[in-house]
């Protein structure tokens, strides 16, 4: 393939270009921002979750708790009825009366064990509720950080993109004076050689490979004509000469 010198200088140029929209591109995609976002989305799933559950909970002890409230004032109205029928003498044989009396003693003993029972469902309420507002703190605390960084990332993404557009445009003018031929065998090494398709010939060392050029590839080079479009033989790809190849 032959190709005028200055048409293969500007594929350097291209080159040039086109590596710098890699580092771009790489540099869109690895954003410490993206990283940390995902970090801090994935625990603060975790966190609602765990309100989820906590909620639930909450709902339940609640629900427990009327009960255990009721129960109560279910039991101290019984008491209470009995310990008026008592008191206004309405029992008079002394065997109800002591039959009586041993009732509210055990109603006395049913309502401690209920309002114990009642205290520790409070108990355990308060906890739940302390640590679902810890948790709805967390989650705060992590949508500021997000919008921090989604803020960030934001900016620097549009950033990047206004940077890949004028690279873009640079590129265009360049690559008009490229022959199509060269260009389609630049596309596809660049796709094959880990974005590298053209590199300079400097000081007798590839670009590319970044591997010195033998003596004797040296002589062909230095001997072969000026449109003559070059590949190394170590890594195949394009070898442009320019006046620090040392030839």
């Known amino acids: 393939m032959k190709a005028d010198p200055s048409a293969q200088l500007k594929l350097l140029d291209v080159q040039a270009l086109d590596a710098r929209a890699d580092q771009l591109r790489h540099q869109r995609r690895s954003l410490p921002e993206i990283a940390e976002i995902d970090k801090l989305t994935a625990s603060r799933s975790e966190l609602v979750d765990q309100m989820r559950d906590l909620q639930i909970a909450v709902d339940d002890l609640t629900a427990a708790q009327k009960k255990a409230d ?7 109205t019984r008491r209470s009825r009995d310990r008026e029928r008592m008191d206004q003498g309405l029992i008079t044989n002394p065997k109800d009366l002591e039959r009586m009396q041993h009732e509210l003693e055990s109603l006395d003993r049913r309502i401690s064990t209920l309002e114990d029972e009642e205290l520790e469902v409070m108990e355990e309420l308060e906890e739940t509720q302390v640590r679902l507002a810890q948790l709805d703190v967390q989650v705060t605390e992590h949508d500021q950080r997000l919008e921090v960084l989604v ?17 873009t445009g640079d590129r265009a003018p360049l690559v008009a ?29 590839c670009g590319g490979c970044r591997l010195s050029v033998d003596a004797a590839e040296l002589a062909q080079i230095r001997n072969a004509p000026d449109d003559l479009v070059l590949r190394c033989e170590e890594c195949q790809r394009i070898l442009v000469r320019t006046d620090e190849s040392g030839l």
């Open 151 to 167: 803020a960030q990332r934001d900016k620097r993404i549009a950033e990047i993109d206004d940077e890949l557009s004028r690279l």
């Open 70 to 76: 009721a129960d109560v004032e279910q039991v101290k």
């Open 177 to 205: 004076d490229v022959p199509e031929d060269l260009l389609a065998l630049y596309e596809r090494l660049r796709e094959s050689k880990g974005g590298v398709g053209a590199a300079e010939l400097r000081a007798r060392q």
